[in-house]
């Protein structure tokens, strides 16, 4: 289900970051809060992220090597194409609380304005049937056309969430590997053409719309990382009614990577395998999430849920049970999340 935009949930989203923005990402570290000093159990390994205090910094992580294998700024790219050899979705840079709206019309020069334009954000279960864009093509032969459409793109927010302004873009074709588009400012000054290849081994290739367009090589190959941990855009609820926010948690690699939380009895250091027999997976990018800590506003910190635990698949087969134990470094700054994990089989 794609989410969808309106001008007050924008405004209350921008409220509660900006409101995040000024609270101090400062805080004095209880010893409990630290790196653990207990004697780590055979076979667990200790992991974390340096997202930073503004969360400019995103990261792709390998559980086999515990190790980033790569990381990228919230500025380095706007749009992602689908790089698959039979793929053809554009997704927008989540990590920016960008959104998209498809105008209904072919004419270029008359779209001057978001007004009136219905704006989604992509699905953060990584749906791609639920994304802002949408379908844009028609099947010409064995390359993919477009309908012409044109998109008004809001470009998001910066790190204190000031707004980046927009764009407006036609994707005209898909042809022999090549993303053909064009695009300008809203007023249409600043038109360009550009075309993106699609690059072997990585799902999506970014594009960035800065100096006239060009491509970002942002994710890594698509069998070296298991988690994206970083910031992106989600929906949280206020009663019955669907807000879209920003926030802070982990999603999973797309290729045949899977998760699920722990349900039973037991706790971190003893659950085993054969503890997760015949308990359900999730495909769902998301399915790990941000839930696993909480904000207190009396306190003016995060804490972590070290309680919830989280089974993972990964693509190459294997199984791995995780949990976080903090969320700041050694000098009390936010945006450092800690996580300990082992493999199960």
């Not at 007004?115 to 994304?131: E, H, K, P, R, V």
């Not at 199984?319 to 700041?328: E, R, S």
Request: hydrophobic residues 35%.
């Amino acid at each position: 289900m794609t989410i969808k935009h309106k001008p007050l949930l924008y405004f209350l989203s921008f409220l509660f970051i900006a409101a995040m923005g000024l609270t101090s990402c400062m805080k004095e570290l209880q010893e409990d809060e630290k790196l653990p000093t207990y004697p780590i159990p055979e076979g667990v390994k200790i992991g974390s992220a340096e997202l930073g205090p503004t969360y400019l910094n995103q990261v792709f992580y390998s559980l086999e090597t515990n190790k980033t294998v790569k990381n990228y700024s919230l500025y380095d790219f706007d749009l992602a194409f689908e790089s698959t050899p039979g793929g053809w979705h554009i997704l927008l840079n989540s990590s920016r609380f960008m959104h998209a709206g498809n105008s209904g019309t072919t004419d270029f020069q008359a779209v001057t304005s978001q007004s009136g334009i219905l704006m989604n954000f992509d699905n953060s279960n990584g749906n791609l049937d639920s994304t802002a864009i949408g379908n844009w093509t028609k099947i010409s032969a064995t390359d993919t056309a477009s309908l012409g459409h044109v998109y008004v793109i809001d470009l998001g927010l910066d790190e204190v969430a000031n707004p980046l302004g927009y764009k407006k873009i036609v994707f005209d074709s898909l042809a022999q590997g090549k993303y053909y588009c064009r695009f300008a400012n809203l007023n249409g000054s600043d038109e360009f053409t550009f075309a993106i290849p699609k690059m072997p081994d990585v799902s999506f290739i970014g594009f960035t719309f800065a100096n006239g367009g060009a491509v970002v090589d942002y994710e890594p190959a698509s069998t070296t990382f298991d988690l994206f941990i970083g910031q992106y855009t989600t929906l949280l609820y206020s009663g019955t009614e669907p807000y879209p926010y920003l926030v802070r948690g982990v999603l999973l690699n797309r290729n045949s990577t899977q998760a699920f939380l722990y349900q039973g009895e037991k706790q971190f250091t003893d659950i085993e395998f054969e503890d997760i027999a015949g308990m359900e997976f999730s495909p769902d990018l998301d399915a790990i999430g941000h839930e696993w800590k909480y904000y207190n506003l009396e306190e003016g910190f995060y804490s972590v849920k070290p309680e919830m635990v989280f089974i993972i698949l990964n693509q190459n087969g294997f199984y791995y049970k995780l949990h976080f134990i903090g969320y700041y470094n050694e000098e009390g700054q936010t945006g450092y999340p800690k996580f300990e994990f082992k493999k199960l089989k």
